[in-house]
Nanobody, 124 residues
Framework: QVQLVESGGGLVQAGGSLRLSCAAS????????MGWFRQAPGKEREFVAG????????SYADSVKGRFTISRDISKNTAYLQMNSLKPEDTAVYYC?????????????????WGQGTQVTVSS
């Protein structure tokens, strides 16, 4: 039901930071768990980070744990992904998704709405 639009991607040097935003339309944002996924050329879309509908629980892929932080602002209908200490292997198209489930969703099949994606490129 909710529509999502990502922004904030770009080109950064290794060790730099970016913050991605996912803006949601409508008034149903607070009912959805939110997640960030990424897809590099020639690879499947993979889970990066997730947060439940209340914002009380989060989950991260091992590859980004300690470097990335997912958050949400219900009043602004927006989810965020703060990415620090970026590495060239983080280069991918990043997608925001919404999952109408109780817990933190880590599989693509749990999500029923997606944004269009935003490119993140990390140079060495």
């Amino acid at each position: 039901q909710v529509q999502l639009v990502e922004s904030g991607g770009g080109l950064v040097q290794a060790g730099g930071s970016l913050r991605l935003s996912c803006a949601a339309s409508g008034r149903t944002f607070s009912r959805y768990g939110m997640g960030w996924f990424r897809q590099a050329p020639g690879k499947e879309r993979e889970f990066v980070a997730g947060i439940n509908s209340s914002g009380g629980s989060t989950s991260y892929a091992d590859s980004v744990k300690g470097r990335f932080t997912i958050s949400r602002d219900i009043s602004k209908n927006t989810a965020y992904l703060q990415m620090n200490s970026l590495k060239p292997e983080d280069t991918a198209v990043y997608y925001c998704g919404g999952a109408y489930i109780a817990g933190v969703a880590t599989r693509t099949s749990s999500y029923d709405t997606w944004g269009q994606g935003t490119q993140v490129t990390v140079s060495s």
